[in-house]
């Protein structure tokens, strides 16, 4: 996918996400954050999670859900603040109630959840392209399952 983006930081978040587009079809995309309310605090506030405690929920939330494959990219807001970009399969495609199902998981614990479904192959690939390859020198991306294969093709579905 063409980008308006300039330079090799460019073309690598463009490969990047026709790669992650091409390993078969992604259900789920969108955004998992904090609720600063229900955070520890000290005296300055409420304190954000470390990166790998971040990184910890991510996969408890994952194994919760019944996803099969996911990549999902940790970044962080301007404030400091943690939050998360998860692309996610889920096996025989999405079921109705699935986005309320994943999202209610993440925001029981956690914090807010928006969840949607991929429109096309060309959204899959911008959203790869710019949450998976950005801020990647502050954040982290986690592939899901920790082995194995997130290709369908690998997994026998296509």
């Given at each position: 996918m063409p980008s308006e983006r300039?330079?090799?930081?460019?073309?690598?978040a463009d490969a990047w996400g026709e790669w992650i587009a091409g390993l078969g079809e992604w259900h789920v995309f969108g955004g998992l954050t904090y609720d600063p309310a229900r955070r520890r605090t000290d005296e300055r506030g409420p304190v954000p999670?470390?990166?790998d405690v971040v990184k910890a929920h991510a996969r408890a939330?994952?194994?919760q859900s019944r996803a099969e494959a996911a990549v999902v990219a940790l970044e962080y807001q301007k404030n400091g603040w943690p939050h998360l970009h998860p692309l996610v399969r889920l096996p025989g495609g999405i079921r109705r109630g699935d986005l309320?199902?994943?999202?209610?998981?993440?925001?029981?614990?956690?914090g807010y959840a928006r969840l949607e479904l991929p429109r096309s192959r060309t959204d899959t690939c911008a959203y790869a392209s710019k949450y998976l390859a950005k801020d990647l020198d502050r954040?982290?991306?986690?592939?899901?399952?920790p082995r194995g294969s997130l290709s369908s093709h690998q997994l026998g579905l296509r």
């Open positions: 300039r330079g090799s930081t460019a073309a690598i999670p470390g990166a939330w994952l194994r309320v199902e994943l999202g209610q998981s993440w925001f029981s614990h956690h954040g982290d991306v986690i592939f899901w399952p």
